[in-house]
C-alpha cells in the first residue's frame, strides 16, 4: 500500500530574470499561470507529488506558508490570465513566444518538461525548444537558458535552506533574481531571535516577481507499505523514524 508522507523537498523551474523573454514578469507569470500542478503530479509523476505555488514546503520547522492569490484560482481563470498577459507583453500568433528550455536527461524530468511545453503550446501558443543535456553537463552549465529545472531538498529543516539560494549573490541562483529588500529581508534574518516574518516577506517578493515556477514537492510514495506495518513514521518531514518502533500485527 502506498502512502503520501511529508517531506522538505521542493521542486521548481527556474526563469531567467536577468535576459531573454524571461526578463518580462509577465511573461514568467503567464508561464506560471498556464501550468496545470494537479495534472503533472497525477497524470504524469504519479508517485505522491504535492502540488505548489511557493517555494518553502509547509512542513518547515517554525515556517507557516502563504498562499498566493493565484492558487485559489480554477485552472480556467489562471489560464485566461496567463492569456492576458502575454498578449499585454506583447506575443500572439503573429509573435509567438519563444523560449529554451534546459532539463537533465533523468525520465522525469524529460516527462514534465514535455508535459509542461505541451501546456505552453496548447494555452498559450508558445514554441519551446527542450534541450535535454547530460546530468554532469546540466549541473555545470553557466547559461541555462530562458527556463531550467530546479529544485531543491533541505539541508537543514528551516526556510532559510530554500530562502537563501535567491539572495543575488547565491550559488545556486540561475534565476539571476537580483532584488535588494529580498537580500535585506534574508540579511536581516539571519540575526533575528524569530525570523519566520521575513521569511515570510522574502517568499511573497519571490512569487510575486515569478522568478521560479513553483509545481510540487515530494510525496515520498515510492516507499511500499504493507497494511499490517505498523509504527512507521509518515508525519516526520526529514523521513525519520526509530526502527524499534515498527512492528509488524497478525496477517
Known amino acids: 500500500m502506498a502512502d503520501t508522507s511529508a517531506s522538505?523537498?521542493?521542486t521548481f523551474y527556474y526563469l531567467n530574470t536577468e535576459k531573454g523573454p524571461t526578463k518580462d514578469v509577465r511573461v514568467r507569470t503567464a508561464l506560471s499561470y498556464a501550468i496545470d500542478r494537479s495534472i503533472l503530479t497525477s497524470a504524469i509523476l504519479k508517485n505522491g507529488g504535492i502540488p505548489m505555488f511557493t517555494l518553502v514546503p509547509p512542513q518547515t520547522d517554525g515556517y507557516r506558508s502563504h498562499t498566493p492569490e493565484f492558487a485559489n484560482w480554477t485552472q480556467q481563470e489562471r489560464n485566461q490570465?496567463?492569456?492576458q498577459l502575454l498578449a499585454d507583453a506583447g506575443y500572439g500568433k503573429d509573435n509567438p513566444l519563444k523560449l529554451t528550455f534546459t532539463v537533465p536527461t533523468f525520465s522525469n524530468d524529460v516527462k514534465m518538461?514535455?508535459?509542461?511545453?505541451?501546456?505552453?503550446?496548447?494555452?498559450?501558443g508558445v514554441q519551446v525548444e527542450i534541450q535535454q543535456l547530460e546530468p554532469k553537463v546540466f549541473y555545470a552549465l553557466?547559461?541555462?537558458?530562458?527556463?531550467?529545472?530546479?529544485?531543491w531538498t533541505a539541508d537543514?529543516?528551516?526556510?532559510s535552506t530554500w530562502l537563501d539560494i535567491f539572495v543575488s549573490t547565491g550559488e545556486y541562483n540561475d534565476s539571476k533574481f537580483n532584488n535588494a529588500l529580498y537580500d535585506k529581508l534574508m540579511n536581516e534574518s539571519k540575526v533575528m531571535a524569530d525570523p519566520s516574518q521575513a521569511?515570510?516577506?522574502?517568499?511573497?517578493?519571490?512569487i510575486d516577481e515569478m522568478a521560479i515556477i513553483p509545481v510540487y514537492r515530494p510525496g515520498n510514495d515510492q516507499y511500499l507499505v504493507k497494511p499490517?506495518?505498523?509504527?512507521y513514521e509518515r508525519t516526520n518531514p526529514e523521513s525519520s523514524y526509530y526502527r524499534k518502533n515498527v512492528y509488524v500485527t497478525a496477517h
Do not use: C, H, Q
Not at 142 to 151: E, I, L, Y
Not at 228 to 231: C, D, F, K, M, T
Open 199 to 206: 521569511y515570510i516577506e522574502a517568499e511573497t517578493l519571490l
Open 142 to 151: 553557466k547559461d541555462p537558458g530562458n527556463v531550467s529545472r530546479g529544485g
Open 228 to 231: 499490517y506495518i505498523g509504527g
Open 81 to 83: 490570465k496567463a492569456k
Open 8 to 10: 522538505l523537498g521542493s
Open 156 to 159: 537543514y529543516n528551516e526556510a
Open 113 to 124: 518538461a514535455t508535459a509542461m511545453v505541451g501546456m505552453w503550446k496548447s494555452v498559450l
